[in-house]
Antibody, heavy 120, light 107 residues
């Protein structure tokens, strides 16, 4: 079955760069139609889509955050990475890794999320 | 970016009630509208895709409708496990956007 798991630091300082890893199983990002996306949710607030990477290495970013984000993948290790530069306390959130089928344009699987706190 | 606006932001209802949540897009998104349910401490769960298609395993008391800019999620007879926060999301544009959420609480 499909599973996704996020990992990375729980605490980062302002101005630092955050790197998160999504490790997944049950599908391959070398298979047509497969995509992985990152979504975040500040405590008590709404969901915000961040970035997506496709099986063919196409990449898409949030308009408001695209200058700070980089998404990449290691297909052989079933991993997707998200880096976010110049972290700020407002970036404190639970970060989710998700799977999308490009043909259906829907998020069908979510990781459990990882809480990242930005504080000095 | 396409803006998604949900209403109401919160709603109190009783078990057995029928409730409706609306979602409006800032431009036409055809039927590229998805509804999720989220309970505290959990990741969202896919309920409805393509505006009106029920995800496998989701109870039939959930239904969705709409196209273009106006959409609704209805729950025909609220059950205790339905009290949660509901989000709409557009997938018309790859710059996906979510509504701000509707918190459904027990009256």
């Amino acid at each position: 079955q499909v599973t996704l798991r996020e990992s990375g630091p729980a605490l980062v300082k302002p101005t630092q760069t955050l790197t998160l890893t999504c490790t997944f199983s049950g599908f391959s990002l070398s298979t047509s139609d497969m995509c992985v996306s990152w979504i975040r949710q500040p405590p008590g607030k709404a969901l915000e889509w961040l970035a997506r990477i496709d099986w063919d290495d196409d990449k898409y970013y949030s308009t408001s955050l695209k200058t700070r984000l980089t998404i990449s993948k290691d297909t052989s290790r079933n991993e997707v990475f998200l880096t976010m530069t110049n972290m700020d306390p407002v970036d404190t959130a639970t970060y989710y890794c998700t799977r999308i089928l490009a043909s259906r344009q829907q998020i069908d699987y979510w990781g459990q999320g990882t809480l990242v706190t930005v504080s000095s | 970016d396409i803006q998604m606006t949900q209403s109401p932001s919160s709603l109190s209802a009783s078990v057995g009630d029928r409730v409706t949540i609306t979602c409006r897009a800032s431009q036409s998104i055809s039927k590229y509208l998805i509804w999720y349910q989220q309970k505290p401490g959990q990741a969202p769960k896919l309920l409805i895709y393509s505006a009106s298609s029920l995800q496998s395993g989701v109870p039939s008391r959930f239904s969705g409708s709409g196209s273009g800019t106006d959409f609704t999620l209805s729950i025909s007879s609220l059950q205790p496990e339905d009290f949660a926060t509901y989000y709409c999301q557009q997938s018309y544009s790859t710059a996906y956007t979510f509504g701000q959420g509707t918190k459904l609480e027990i009256k």
